[in-house]
């Protein structure tokens, strides 16, 4: 009886130290602001910000900023990204708001837009996840343009580089030194942009409310029907509103392993900071992988808390991330990273 009570005083007194807390937020959060991942973010950012500023909703600004980077024909995210090892795009995306309500699709041909379909899928479905010809189908009937099947000329050029050994050595984003990149990294595109196969984002708005977005190509090459983590919901992405959100890019399948998303957000929630949260998911990766399987791959994570505070973490170095919460503030950052 003591201890119960003794607990029921404890919690008591760490609920009112949150409220007391909570009291002293209003003055410190940053909001709104948006941050994603890698360098084709700051044109993502921009276009999510243009929601922002104009009190619009997190939830429209994840899906109009990563839309920017599914239009780019150079960029390895949308239809102009690198095919499957039969040469066909498939796409991965998920979307998540403030309510835990989200929609993912997976393995996805020839829709320009897949976050949108993933917010269809969220919006007009009693479902989170539609996939293959049935994604497709969806998509058709709710309005979408089935595109014609054929790869930009970046990817066409780097597949046909591909098939000339063809081997399934599945490799993911890492850029080792400042002066190229390392033994695995995949090929820079002719534009001179690196094959960054996801962008992830995550935005806090004016009402103080979460979202976030993911969506890919995948691997390059990777094998026909493969899903990674970008559309896998506390995976590549997940969103707790009275927290955090957390977007994972790299490696899908040891994102998957550890329920990476998720696990950053309840690390926050353990009251971590973005950065220490991201950093405590890659170690943990690290523990299930083991360190020298770990040097092969590459993975990232970036994360937002409540009081728009941010951060990331690498396993290698090369890693990058954009953040923007000002007409003239959207840079480019550095990564932390492990190995
Ligand atoms: N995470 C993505 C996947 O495994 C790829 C990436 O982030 O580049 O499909």
Same mark, same amino acid.
């Given at each position: 009886?003591?201890?119960?009570?003794?607990?029921?005083? =404890? =919690?008591?007194?760490?609920?009112?130290?949150?409220?007391?807390?909570?009291?002293?937020?209003?003055?410190?959060?940053?909001?709104?602001?948006?941050?994603?991942?890698? !360098?084709?973010?700051?044109?993502?950012?921009?276009?999510?910000?243009?929601?922002?500023?104009?009190?619009?909703?997190?939830? !429209?600004?994840?899906?109009?900023?990563?839309?920017?980077?599914?239009?780019?024909?150079?960029?390895?995210?949308?239809?102009?990204?690198?095919?499957?090892?039969?040469?066909?795009?498939?796409?991965?995306? %998920?979307?998540?708001?403030?309510?835990?309500?989200?929609?993912?699709?997976?393995?996805?041909?020839?829709?320009?837009?897949?976050?949108?379909?993933?917010?269809?899928?969220?919006? $007009?479905?009693?479902?989170?996840?539609?996939?293959?010809?049935?994604?497709?189908?969806?998509?058709?009937?709710?309005?979408?343009?089935?595109?014609?099947?054929?790869? =930009?000329?970046?990817?066409?050029?780097?597949?046909?580089?591909?098939?000339? *050994?063809?081997?399934?050595?599945?490799?993911?984003?890492?850029?080792?030194?400042?002066?190229?990149?390392?033994?695995?990294?995949?090929?820079?595109?002719?534009?001179?942009?690196?094959?960054?196969?996801?962008?992830?984002?995550?935005?806090?708005?004016?009402?103080?409310?979460?979202?976030?977005?993911?969506?890919?190509?995948?691997?390059?090459? @990777?094998?026909?029907?493969?899903?990674?983590?970008?559309?896998?919901?506390?995976?590549?992405?997940?969103?707790?509103?009275?927290?955090?959100?957390?977007?994972?890019?790299?490696?899908?399948?040891?994102?998957?392993?550890?329920?990476? =998303?998720?696990?950053?957000?309840?690390?926050?929630?353990?009251?971590?900071?973005?950065?220490?949260?991201? @950093? *405590?998911?890659?170690?943990?990766?690290? *523990?299930?992988?083991?360190?020298?399987?770990? $040097?092969?791959?590459?993975?990232?994570?970036?994360?937002?808390? @409540?009081?728009?505070?941010?951060?990331?973490?690498?396993?290698?170095?090369?890693?990058?991330? %954009?953040?923007?919460?000002? !007409?003239?503030?959207? $840079?480019?950052?550095?990564? *932390?990273?492990?190995?």
């Amino acid at each position: 009886m003591q201890r119960r009570k003794f607990l029921q005083l =404890s =919690s008591l007194s760490v609920a009112s130290l949150s409220i007391k807390q909570n009291n002293l937020i209003p003055n410190t959060i940053k909001k709104p602001i948006v941050i994603s991942t890698w !360098d084709a973010g700051i044109a993502a950012n921009k276009a999510a910000w243009q929601v922002l500023k104009n009190n619009g909703r997190a939830l !429209d600004a994840v899906e109009q900023g990563v839309m920017a980077t599914e239009n780019s024909i150079n960029c390895c995210v949308g239809l102009g990204a690198n095919p499957d090892r039969e040469g066909i795009v498939t796409l991965d995306a %998920s979307i998540m708001d403030e309510n835990y309500n989200c929609g993912s699709v997976a393995f996805l041909e020839r829709i320009k837009h897949p976050i949108s379909v993933a917010r269809r899928v969220m919006e $007009k479905t009693p479902h989170v996840m539609l996939v293959g010809s049935g994604a497709q189908q969806f998509a058709v009937a709710e309005g979408f343009t089935l595109e014609e099947q054929k790869l =930009s000329t970046d990817a066409q050029k780097a597949y046909e580089n591909w098939l000339k *050994k063809s081997e399934y050595k599945p490799v993911i984003n890492i850029e080792r030194s400042e002066s190229g990149h390392g033994p695995f990294a995949p090929a820079k595109l002719e534009s001179g942009e690196w094959n960054h196969d996801t962008i992830g984002m995550l935005a806090l708005d004016n009402k103080g409310n979460l979202s976030g977005s993911c969506t890919t190509s995948g691997q390059g090459f @990777k094998m026909r029907g493969r899903v990674g983590d970008s559309p896998i919901i506390g995976a590549g992405l997940f969103v707790d509103n009275e927290v955090g959100a957390a977007v994972a890019t790299g490696q899908g399948e040891d994102v998957i392993r550890i329920a990476g =998303s998720h696990t950053v957000v309840e690390l926050m929630r353990q009251g971590l900071s973005p950065e220490e949260a991201c @950093k *405590k998911t890659i170690e943990r990766v690290i *523990k299930a992988k083991g360190i020298e399987k770990c $040097k092969q791959i590459q993975v990232c994570f970036i994360a937002l808390n @409540k009081n728009g505070q941010v951060g990331a973490y690498a396993l290698q170095k090369g890693f990058n991330y %954009s953040v923007c919460y000002a !007409d003239d503030y959207n $840079k480019l950052t550095n990564s *932390k990273y492990i190995l």
